[in-house]
């Protein structure tokens, strides 16, 4: 039952997904194909309203597609497996629940042990820079480092793929330009991949080794781009020719996909 | 940014003044109109009253039973209603199966069945404890209800995207989520319960303060009636006052009672 293109984590085969409302159906994704390599920091890059979260939840089990098929390590996805890490863009953590009890959520959910889960808890902490934070609450915290919270509640099961939609959209322009830094670095420090959904082009390009663009209704990919710049990548890599002949290549393709009407 | 707290010096003391000025206008006008003591009695009359019921202590079997009819019927009321609630809220087959019913039955003053429930149940403790769970029970079951189905879709999300079951969704989301509008169903349900249990009282009953203003009324007695008055007054501030203590304890994560609440924050 189980096949694996290329040794891919993730692959979507012919998927698409029909919403009905009340004003007839609408297509979100049509004939989408994609495939994420182990170890890959892949973006999916699109204006509003392409899909690219009906993606994500497909990809997490949490909708089911109209046609075509999502394989997750080979396997169908047929419902939440949990066996994927998401961070939504808002930072969705309880605000009853302590700092490190929102971060073990994967591990009661998933029944694993619960000391080892505490110990790498307290690890993914660490590496987010909130190690201190761990008994505060949620409501106690700034928006960026619920973010990192977020993200370390993605990764404490040890997800071979970490999704990520819109993660810094709601922060200010400052803590998400550091964020992005930081997601890099933890990225590289895990060895996972991560499926990142955005609509900045700097932030794909900076980020990414490889972003697929997507146009809106019905959401599909029109392109792929390469990111080859060297890692890890700084401050200093955004002033580089390369990185910005990729963005200025992104917003060309993007003046046709994005409309106005 | 936030309005300097008032000390509590003054919140105590500046009411306390309102107090005997209404006090001192009360006994102004009584002698200055003559106003005869079985229309209006004088706060010294009313104090004599309240020396016979509480210091002599002729009220107290009265006092101990609204309170325990009170206490029973909000303890049964409240606990059906949040169980139902959350029934309500889970279950969409029993929702369609009992909506309308709920919709007719919450439209309908609750207090009209009084003499029906005197009738069915007597005229001791029992009908009086069946009355007030029945007025605390529909502000909570609907509050409840509301509470759990506006939980947050996104954390719901999260959970399932990482593989949490449906009881571990329910006691991790869904019940918090709710916490608040529980206890502003069992602030509203104080007052309901206290009105629950003095409209028994007045129907049929030989026991309870709503007794005492009905039997003192065929008297004349104002000074007795408010005594009872305050009476209930007390009991009414006195639960109002721990609910609210308990909210902001409970819902420590929710803005709005630790604001409302006289406790600082916890910053």
């Known amino acids: ?172 322009a400052m803590t998400r330009e550091h964020m992005t830094g930081e997601l890099q670095r933890i990225w590289l420090a895990t060895g996972c991949s991560v499926a990142f959904i955005t609509h900045s082009i700097p932030e794909a390009v900076f980020l990414s080794d490889r972003i697929i663009v997507m146009s809106s209704r019905p959401g599909r990919v029109v392109r792929e781009v390469t990111v080859d710049l060297p890692r890890p990548r700084n401050i200093a890599t955004m002033a580089e020719a390369r990185f910005n002949r990729h963005c200025a290549e992104l917003r060309e393709l993007f003046k046709d996909l994005v409309t106005f009407e | 940014m936030t309005a300097t707290p008032i000390p509590l010096s003054k919140r105590i003391a500046y009411p306390l003044v309102t107090l005997v000025v209404l006090l001192a206008a009360w006994s102004a006008a009584i002698a200055f109109f003559k106003v005869p003591d079985y229309l209006l009695p004088s706060p010294m009359q009313v104090l004599s009253a309240m020396n016979v019921g509480y210091v002599q202590g002729a009220y107290w079997p009265h006092f101990l039973f609204t309170m325990k009819s009170v ?108 916490a608040g509008h529980i206890f502003a169903g069992l602030q509203i349900g104080v007052v309901l319960a206290l009105i629950g249990a003095v409209v028994a009282e007045f129907v049929a009953s030989t026991h309870g303060l709503g007794h005492i203003i009905k039997a003192a009324a065929v008297d004349m007695q104002t000074n007795v009636m408010f005594a009872a008055l305050l009476s209930l007054a007390a009991l009414g501030v006195a639960g109002s006052q721990l609910l609210r203590w308990l909210h902001a304890k409970v819902v420590f994560w929710d803005r709005a009672a630790a604001t409302s609440a006289t406790t600082p924050s916890a910053e």
Request: aromatic share 8%; proline share 7%; with cysteine.
């Open chain 2, 71 to 178: 206490l029973a019927g909000y303890v049964a009321g409240c606990s059906l209603a949040i169980a139902c609630g959350i029934l309500l809220a889970e279950s969409p087959t029993f929702e369609l199966f009992v909506y309308p019913y709920i919709v007719a039955l919450q439209s309908m003053p609750k207090i009209a069945i009084a003499p029906l429930i005197i009738v069915w149940l007597g005229f001791g403790i029992e009908s009086k404890i069946v009355m007030v769970a029945l007025v605390c029970f529909f502000p909570l079951f609907i509050n409840t209800s509301i509470g759990i189905k506006q939980a947050n879709p996104q954390l719901i999300d999260v959970m399932r995207a990482f593989g949490a079951s449906k009881s571990m969704i329910f006691l991790r989301v869904k019940l918090p989520s709710a």
């Open chain 1, 1 to 172: 039952m189980t096949e694996n293109p290329g040794g891919a984590v993730l692959s979507a085969q012919g998927l698409s997904l029909v919403y009905q409302t009340s004003r007839g159906p609408v297509t979100a994704l049509q004939d989408l194909d994609m495939a994420l390599a182990p170890g890959e920091f892949l973006s999916v890059l699109g204006p509003s309203g392409c899909g690219k979260s009906t993606l994500l939840k497909l990809a997490a089990g949490l909708i089911a597609p109209t046609r075509g098929r999502i394989l997750l390590e080979g396997q169908a996805v047929e419902g939440p497996t949990g066996r994927v890490g998401i961070v939504f863009q808002q930072p969705s953590l309880l605000p009853w629940s302590t700092v490190i009890e929102n971060v073990l959520i994967p591990i009661r959910a998933l029944g694993r042990d619960l000391a080892a889960g505490r110990k790498r808890a307290l690890a993914l902490l660490k590496l987010v820079g909130l190690a201190e934070f761990a008994s505060h609450y949620p409501g106690e915290l700034s928006g960026g480092m619920q973010q990192r919270v977020a993200i370390a509640r993605g990764l404490v099961h040890e997800p071979r793929i970490l999704f990520l939609d819109e993660p810094f959209a709601a922060l200010d």
